[in-house]
């Protein structure tokens, strides 16, 4: 049985919780044992916003070790697993020391705040022999699922373009600090640069657009295309300033040779070229479900993640780097 702690009790890890909770009573090899959160007095019995709704608003959590201190917890616990769910900034410094001590880490993403901390988490967890993933949860969404296997498997010919978007109102909080959370670019469109890194491997080269409407927030939109040897033409765009009653989206269509693929509204339509359209059927768990069940199994069997590594994710994190560096460049094209 693998035991776990959660460090961080805001909205992504009351998600965390929520899966790892269902995972257990589904009979998987794993054990939520404590929580650790420097408020968590008072978000035991809060409510936390985010983008998805979780399980509960308010949580119940006599059942489990609670803890105001990280050190204290590690200190009491013989601990497997520690899923990080904290601001951006502080990823770095406690991955390495939780892999230090021999614990195996699921960081949310990204995977830090600049890529050469990541490096050093990738190097630590490769030096070290425990396993580190990092939260990029569209690789586990099935409808992005179902666009990757649609790329590999050729069904529809080669990709020709594509477009991504997702959008919602203001965060809170230190989201809106842009030297701990890296602004929308960092915290929001890495989601959609991170998809395009997986589908076709990293760009040539990269062009980016970004405004800043929120003082000290950082960009707070973008609009980036990437370049690629093949020609085909790929934007990628994000806004976090979208008020009123917008809500959240994420949408993608991707063009291939023999059709396209539009995913918008919670719904995966299949156009192909030369036979009726149809909605494609796909599981209805989300990523994150997917995601931490993906880690369980890899951690418990022994077996090395492969779906998103640690390198892989720094390799995303170099992008959006590029992309920043476009950015405050008026929209150059800058190489990879």
Same mark, same amino acid.
Request: charged share 20%; net charge negative.
């Given at each position: ?23 257990? =009573? ?16 008072? $978000? ?16 119940? $959590?006599? *059942?489990?070790? $609670? ?11 013989? $601990? ?96 809106? @600090? ?13 989601? @959609? =640069?991170?998809? /395009? ?22 960009? @707070? ?57 149809? /909605? ?11 995601? /931490? ?16 590594? *640690? ?26």
């Amino acid at each position: 049985m693998l035991k776990v702690g959660i460090i961080g009790f805001g909205f992504m890890g009351r998600m965390h919780f929520d899966n790892y909770v269902r995972l257990a =009573a589904e009979g998987a090899p794993v054990q939520l044992v404590a929580i650790c959160d420097l408020l968590i007095g008072e $978000l035991k019995d809060g409510k936390a916003s985010g983008n998805i709704a979780t399980e509960q608003e308010v949580y119940d $959590l006599t *059942p489990y070790r $609670l803890y105001e201190s990280i050190e204290m917890m590690l200190e009491s616990e013989q $601990l497997d697993i520690v899923n990080i769910t904290l601001p951006t900034y502080l990823h770095a410094d406690l991955t390495c020391k939780l892999l230090e001590r021999g614990i195996h880490v699921l960081c949310e993403k990204p995977v830090a705040g600049s890529s050469e901390d990541g490096w050093r988490m990738a190097n630590t967890a490769k030096k070290t022999g425990k396993t580190l993933m990092i939260g990029q949860c569209l690789r586990f969404w099935p409808a992005y699922e179902y666009l990757k296997s649609a790329v590999e498997d050729g069904r529809y010919g080669a990709v020709t373009g594509g477009y991504f978007f997702r959008g919602s109102g203001a965060p809170k909080g230190w989201f809106l @600090d842009g030297s701990k959370s890296g602004g929308c670019l960092l915290d929001m469109h890495i989601h @959609d =640069a991170d998809m /395009i890194h997986w589908l076709f491997g990293k760009p040539d080269k990269v062009s980016a657009i970004a405004r800043n409407v929120i003082p000290g927030s950082g960009y @707070d939109a973008v609009s980036t295309h990437y370049i690629y040897p093949d020609g085909k033409v790929l934007n990628a765009q994000a806004d976090w300033t979208l008020e009123g009653d917008y809500g959240f989206s994420m949408t993608y269509r991707v063009n291939f040779e023999g059709g396209n693929l539009v995913f918008e509204n919670g719904q995966l339509k299949v156009n192909p070229k030369h036979a009726p359209g149809f /909605i494609a059927e796909l599981p209805e768990e989300m990523g994150y479900y997917r995601q /931490i069940n993906y880690f369980v199994e890899s951690v418990y069997k022994g077996q090395a993640v492969s779906i998103c590594t *640690p390198e892989s994710a720094v390799g995303t994190l170099e992008i959006i780097e590029a992309e920043l560096r476009s950015a405050g460049s008026g929209g150059s094209l800058v190489e990879l």
